[in-house]
């Protein structure tokens, strides 16, 4: 009985150090995760999209990754023109507490660097003639 709970404890440690060194939690853990914001671009406007992502919201994504707001950012485009959504951004937080200051995060390094509130009032409204906001979601990251 005692090697048999030894070998299970001994199972059970190295499968936790695996868990440990793949870099992610395991089921059930308090680990990363992820905000994802869905967009859909609206119809000829995709190149003036992407370009207003460029200059406009990676460089806000810039600043507040700077101050801790989030680990990484990846924005995908589908070319599938009945997809429900053109652009998904992924914005993957190490916890849920980092998760929950994310958007305050975001809001701040918007105006740090555009002060001028009649400025980034135009701002939002240009990009509401470039897309439309499909939707959002979280999701845990298992690894």
Known sequence: ?????????LLAGIGLACAALAGGPALGDEGRV???YYIKV???????????I??????????AQKSGAFVSLATYLSRNPDSSWSHMRIFVCKNRGQLEQLS??????KLKLHPDEAKRKSDADYAATLRDFVGSEVV???R
């Open 54 to 63: 460029r200059e406009y919201a990676v460089p806000i994504d810039a600043e």
């Open 1 to 9: 009985m005692k090697k048999t709970a030894a070998v299970f404890v």
């Open 42 to 52: 609206k119809p000829g406007k995709l190149d003036e999209y992407n370009k207003y």
């Open 140 to 142: 845990d990251i298992l």
């Open 104 to 109: 305050a995060a975001l809001d701040a390094a």
């Open 34 to 36: 992820a905000q994802i």
